[in-house]
């Protein structure tokens, strides 16, 4: 009984240390590559289109989240992480959303990895490609992802305002890690809306 515990003990230390260690890692990477945090964001908004503090937002009905295959076979609650942080930086401007699509400004996304989609189809498709690059050799061991997000009105059926962001993914190791970057890139996506 004791040699059991004992080796219970001494099991749970040497996971917890292999755990510590592989967060500490994780954190080191940032540290010697800072590099690998940056963001590439272009955005593009139709000149005759204004925002105004009546502005509010909903989700396009169905379908509002294109996330490529790589992302579901994941695992990660990539739909959660985005829907709240486009949630939160938008109502962080000062709009509302609504639940219903009525006069408000309608939202759809798509985000995939560069092994699905890279700049050139990025380009092709959305008109539009943040070009992100990998100049470093640590850059290189991690593959970019892009978010592009349209902000569609409801009467004309016309994208009126387009973001898209490139980063580098898997850098984070925890949810509340990715929680915490997925909200500040959001922010920085959203940054250039007027406040309401």
């Given at each position: 009984?004791?040699?059991?515990?004992?080796?219970?003990i001494?099991?749970?230390?040497?996971?917890?240390?292999l755990l510590?260690?592989?967060?500490?890692?994780?954190?080191?990477?940032?540290?010697?590559?800072?590099?690998l945090?940056r963001?590439?964001?272009?955005?593009?908004?139709?000149p005759?289109?204004?925002?105004?503090?009546?502005?509010?937002?909903?989700w396009?009905?169905?379908?509002?989240?294109?996330?490529?295959?790589?992302?579901?076979?994941?695992g990660?609650?990539?739909?959660?992480?985005?829907?709240?942080g486009i949630?939160?930086?938008?109502?962080?401007?000062?709009?509302?959303f609504?639940?219903?699509?009525?006069?408000?400004?309608?939202?759809?996304?798509h985000?995939s990895?560069?092994?699905e989609?890279d700049?050139m189809?990025?380009?092709?498709?959305?008109?539009?490609a943040?070009?992100?690059n990998?100049?470093?050799?640590?850059?290189?061991?991690y593959?970019?992802?892009?978010?592009?997000?349209?902000?569609?009105?409801p009467?004309?059926?016309?994208?009126v305002?387009?973001?898209a962001?490139?980063v580098?993914?898997?850098?984070e190791?925890t949810?509340?890690g990715?929680?915490?970057?997925v909200?500040?890139?959001?922010?920085?996506?959203?940054?250039n809306l007027?406040?309401?």
């Open positions: 009984m004791v040699i059991t515990r004992r080796s219970g001494i099991f749970l230390s040497v996971m917890s240390l510590c260690s592989f967060l500490v890692q994780a954190e080191d990477i940032k540290v010697q590559h800072p590099e945090e963001s590439s964001i272009v955005v593009l908004t139709q005759s289109f204004k925002f105004t503090g009546n502005t509010q937002f909903s396009v009905e169905k379908n509002h989240a294109d996330i490529s295959g790589a992302f579901k076979k994941s990660l609650p990539v739909q959660t992480l985005l829907d709240e949630h939160q930086a938008i109502k962080d401007k000062g709009y509302r609504s639940s219903e699509g009525k006069d408000s400004l309608l939202i759809q996304y985000v990895l560069e092994s989609m700049d189809a990025l380009a092709i498709h959305y008109g539009l943040p070009g992100l990998a100049n470093s050799e640590a850059s290189r061991k593959e970019r992802g892009t978010l592009v997000v349209d902000l569609i009105d009467v004309l059926m016309k994208v305002w387009r973001g962001i490139g580098f993914t898997g850098l190791k949810d509340e990715r929680k915490n970057r909200s500040k890139l959001l922010k920085e996506l959203f940054a007027p406040a309401a």
